[in-house]
């Protein structure tokens, strides 16, 4: 698909997910990979939190992002990638409101991956000796909270965009 267009593609998706976290009553927090930068960004500094994100693998990152959010005090915590273009407000406040009831909530890729994972306690085990980005996370997400003797709810399985394939299905579904 070229560079210019994977550039396009992943800056709609940066919007998308702006939109979608923008339109929540929740503190929301901006993990960046590169470092937090100087000048203003697409993501308002007042609606934000911003951070530098640890270094390590995929489970490494969010199991730092949780940590740090529930030292800050947060007792629900969600967190979202943003390669998920039909990501809404609605889900977000939907894994929040989940959590009365469930210990954990998680959103299925339709990829065998999830979406978002919301925890109301820290639990560090979910992302420990995990193989990422392969079919088998959610399974095996699943069977750790089950372990743990946690509840959970599943949301709405969504796909996420990780090849021209993805991109081209969900041009096809919109």
């Known amino acids: 698909m070229g560079v210019e267009e994977a550039l396009r593609i992943y800056r709609l998706l940066l919007d998308k997910t702006r939109a979608a976290v923008m339109g929540t009553t929740c503190e929301r927090w901006l993990f960046y990979s590169d470092g937090v930068p100087t000048a203003e960004t697409e993501w308002p ?21 949780f940590d740090r959010a529930f030292r800050g005090g947060a007792e629900r915590v969600v967190i979202v990638g943003s390669d998920c273009p039909e990501l809404s407000s609605h889900i977000l406040e ?37 193989v990422w980005s392969t079919e088998e996370v959610l399974a095996q997400t699943l ?19 990780d090849e021209a394939s993805d991109w081209e299905a969900y041009q096809q579904r919109t």
Do not use: C, W
């Not at 409101?97 to 306690?121: H, I, Q, R, T, W």
């Open 94 to 130: 939907q894994a929040f409101a989940a959590m009365d009831n469930v210990d954990f909530v998680v959103g299925p890729a339709s990829d065998g991956g999830y979406y978002l994972l919301g925890m109301k306690v820290f639990e560090p085990a979910v992302f420990s000796g995990m």
């Open 143 to 161: 069977e750790r909270v089950r372990a743990m003797g946690k509840s959970y709810l599943l949301l709405p399985t969504l796909a996420d965009i």
């Open 45 to 65: 500094r007042h609606l934000f939190v911003e951070h530098n994100q640890r270094e390590g693998d995929l489970g490494l990152r969010m199991e730092d992002a």
